[in-house]
């Protein structure tokens, strides 16, 4: 299995704190290994990613609200996933992976909506062993449709275009990780940029904010991330969101600090009302919180 670098153990607090209510709207929780055992063909895994980790990363960075997304490190085991949100409490949402739709009884999905699970997450990434297959996805959009959940989509390493046509005509919420993972060198023109905009004006989709660092040609300070990350927000801009992506998986670079990544996102989101919206009142819309503080 291939060794990825760590997360930055030490977050340090940005310049600038957050609106209250800001949300971390995906990390995830590993480990520890012997409490929750890996899947026999996982793509990767991080042991030392603990919820306790995540909490001390939120604190410092004052984030209050966040979604657990179910690693496919675990397969359908959402153990972990559930773990922390029984620990992290009504700020806090989770997201499972698509294949749980395929097996888990309707008893066992309404005991993930009653933990807090609002979505199922879908990977294109070939190397992580679980891509689904159109009718396993057409399948499973039925299922979120009736229990009001969202579908996340998880963009291949060519971005969304070799998949796009099995979900873009659906009528659910559906979020795009990771920026649809474009190009940069192909500029704010590029395929992928243009189609990830065009969804964004269909009125369902959703956009995460999230790797700009990966996808920088430049790096740090990653400010060819910066302008795409301003279309989008122009785009929809009642229909983006964040991201940590803690503890940054797969990273075959040494992560950024994440009080690094939360101000890479104020350079997207220059203006308070804007910020206000992606990271406040654009999740409680998508994930169900309710007013800040409670």
Known sequence: MTQYFPFDPNPRAPAEPPPPGACDAQFHVFGPRERYPVRPDAGYEMPHATFEEAMRMHRTLGITRGVIVQPTTYGTDNSAMLDALALAGPGYRGCTIGKTLDTASEAELQRLHDAGVRGARFNFLRSLNMMPTPEALANSAARLRELGWYMKIQPGNEGILDAVALYEDLDIPVLIDHMGR?????????????KVIELLGRGNFWLMLSNG??????????????????AYIQAAPDRVVWSTDWPHPVSTRRPPNDGDLLELFYRYAPDADTRRRVLVDNPAALFGFGPVGT
Not at 182 to 194: A, I, K, N
Not at 213 to 230: E, F, I, M, N, T
């Open 182 to 194: 474009p190009d940069l060198s192909e500029g704010l023109d590029g395929p992928t940029v243009r």
């Open 213 to 230: 660092h990966k996808l920088s040609r430049q790096g740090a300070p990653w400010d060819d991330a910066v302008p795409l990350a301003q």
